[in-house]
């Protein structure tokens, strides 16, 4: 059985940072690329970023990049999410999700605000 458990969100201060993890069993982790993926209150949801397997490509949504670096940890089976310089719009449920979004965890949830 396949199962993603993320950590880590709170409620902060715009400007401020936060690091999510997610930590993945029942697949071979190393060998999957994952997903980072939000949904802010009464939308659907965003795609935020993937760490590939392979060469490790890495990509970001524009809403994102510059702030956010996507993570892993393999021998932790660990996908991680540093979130620096915060903003009221980065308000959402984070979920990381496997390849194809077939498998998603139950999320955390992050707040910006002041």
């Known amino acids: 059985e396949v199962q993603l458990v993320e950590s880590g969100g709170d409620l902060v201060r715009p400007g401020n940072s936060l690091r999510l993890s997610c930590t993945v069993s029942g697949l071979n982790f190393g060998l999957s690329g994952m997903n980072w993926v939000r949904q802010a209150p009464g939308k659907g949801p965003e795609w935020v970023s993937a760490?590939?397997?392979?060469?490790?490509?890495?990509y970001y949504a524009d809403s994102v990049k510059g702030r956010f670096t996507i993570s892993r940890d393999n021998a932790e089976n660990t996908l991680y999410l540093q979130m620096n310089n915060l903003k009221p719009e980065d308000t959402a449920v984070y979920y990381c999700?496997?390849?194809?979004?077939?498998?998603w965890g139950q999320g955390t949830q992050v707040t910006v605000s002041s």
């Open positions: 999700a496997t390849p194809a979004f077939a498998y």
């Open positions: 760490f590939n397997t392979g060469v490790g490509e890495i």
